[in-house]
């Protein structure tokens, strides 16, 4: 008997509490085709990465969320995990580790499902390309075809909350086709995202020395166009800013963007949470504002060309990221 087995058998149900990338989707689906083969009553769930910290996980088998991500385990705890090139199944209580169970040359967190339950492996080659298209995914392979589409298909419904579901139900049912038409569909949504890519890294103007800005509306994929932008424009300069336009033409969103080490944006978004109206936050390197209604893009730009010269954040120019 699997320790999955034996966990479930004392359990007597099996909640899931996943880790929201593909390959944590997967692995729930196929454990949740295992509930179903037992006869066991299953849910499964994927919290948002800005709920992990302090979020209480009991008697419930966890995907890749280990407690280095903030979350507090009570009673039992499964955890299915692989990083640190240690795949690995742990039953913990409390401190105590009940037992622990490595596998050698696995990829992925659905691998280690398959390898705990060779049953609920895909019964079709399709079915077994997308778990390879996961694993190659997880490890940072984009070689096949398959891959790409995957890693198009979840980036461009990254915000939508029920895709995780979504996909982990056709996995539950087998339901390989429809995997496949969702992923065959972004294909052609991403051409779309790189032609508005080139539209506004291109359109891009500078505010300050070292930073520049870019409009994009949010119609269709704008919005993950826009992700794109911001990381392409950020290889050669130190802040981007993506400023969100109304349909009619005000502005309400900012987000600001930097890989470069040295430069801090918090303080940025700390004086312009000071202007009345206005909401910002974020991290050092990521982060947004939102403005009140009716602005234009020029306003925008003079408040935060302010806020910036006020507080400085750590740009010297020229250097490289
Ligand atoms: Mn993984």
Redesign the pocket.
Known sequence: MSVLDRFVRQTGELRIVS?G?M??IF?TGLLLRYADAVGVPATAEFPPPAKLDGLQVHDALV??LPTTKGVRYVGDVLLI???NNAPHVQWLRGRDCLMSVSFEGVR???DIVVALKPDVLPDTPLGRALLDAVADL?QGLHESQLAVDLHHAYALDIEDAEMRTRVAMWVREGAWEEVVGWVREARERWRHVEGAVGEMVASCQELLPGVVWFLYSKVGDRRVAMRQAMLTLEETHPVVIALQQEEDGTVSKASFGTKRSDINLLPLFETLRDIDGVTSGGRERVGGAAFPPGLRAQDILEIVRAAIERTGIGIRGGDAP
């Open positions: 880790d990338d390959d944590g692995a995907i890749e995990d692989h990083h992925a967190a659905s997880d």
